[in-house]
């Protein structure tokens, strides 16, 4: 016994005696409203008196019938149980109320002598059927509700999933298109080999820390970007650069890792050269309770090749899982320009 009641959910216990409380105390009101203490007392020895009763014919309602039949759909043997409880029940009412209850508190709520007729019976029962109807109704709400927020968390479960393997999927990315640019170097000889390396070096040690965590400061993804154009324009005609704007204080500002960098990243891949007639621009600005970021590619050529759209999809999928509705993404695409903004409401 002793294991038993130590098993028991002691919190559902907790509700369901809230609930039967609440019932007890509202109907006894409403019966003795506008009568006197009298009145009050007889209801409410009433209602403790067929407690059980009614407790027992709601849950077996509702824990065995509803789970072994109407789960099943086999609602012809469960209407047939709902009518026998229901006749049961109510001959148990009417039995212990006019012989029991009433003469002891209340002997003008005696009914005559025949008050158990079929039809008498029927009535007092399906009367007495709201106790069940509001019972499976607040179980009901709160099973609907539970599997909402069943499925959120599934669904947040999922996306956090996506999120963190994009993130690693970044990485390997990048480097194979960082190695590119270093191997080109290499073959041509270029003094600023051993100057890359470095900074490559740098950039794959402050990723690996990043993607380690769900958000960095937004300082830092600036740095990283950073880190990322220079090393680009080691490979860039000497007439090409980037505008590269930031304006508004950060004060410890967090955001998701390679956010902002992975769009940056995909703006090199898709230029056909870095001619000195190609704008590279990126801003961003922040301001109390706001944060913009830009990306405009225009080249005199046409694009090398289309912006992925996986990679703004990702940048979706990540905007959504950390700021839910307080975003928004513009994009335009054109054959040899390609414009991104991002604005995201903190």
Known sequence: MADFLENMDKRRMVKHA???FVWISSFTIVQSFGYGAHDYFAWLFYYLITLPLFMAHTYFIAYWLVPKYFFYQRYFTFSVWIVILLILASV???????????RLVKPGNIQQENYLNWQ??????????????????????????????????????????EIELLQYQSYPRFVLNVMDRLENLAETKSPQTSEMIVKLSNLMSNMT????????????????????IEIQQMSFPKGFHVNFLVTGELNGLEIPPFLFFQLVEEGFLVLDDFSE???????????????LFSLTLWNEKTMKQGFKPVVLENCRKYLS???????????NFEINF????????L
Not at 128 to 140: A, D, P, W
Not at 338 to 345: D, L
């Open 321 to 331: 899982y950390f700021y839910s509705e307080n975003h928004k993404v513009m994009s």
């Open 277 to 291: 007639k190609t704008d590279f621009t990126v801003l961003i600005k922040t301001e109390p309770h706001y944060l």
């Open 338 to 345: 390609v414009e991104i903004t991002i604005e995201i409401y």
């Open 18 to 20: 809230i609930f039967w």
């Open 209 to 228: 820390t990043g993607k380690k965590s769900t958000k960095i400061l937004l300082q830092k993804e600036i740095g990283l970007i950073w880190s990322y």
């Open 92 to 102: 148990a009412e009417l039995l212990i109320s006019n012989e029991f209850i009433w």
């Open 120 to 161: 008498n019976v029927l009535i007092n029962g399906i009367g007495n059927e709201y106790i069940i109807v509001v019972f499976l109704s607040v179980k009901v709400i709160r099973f609907w509700n539970s599997k909402i927020g069943e499925k959120a968390e599934l669904m947040n479960q999922k996306l956090s999933t």
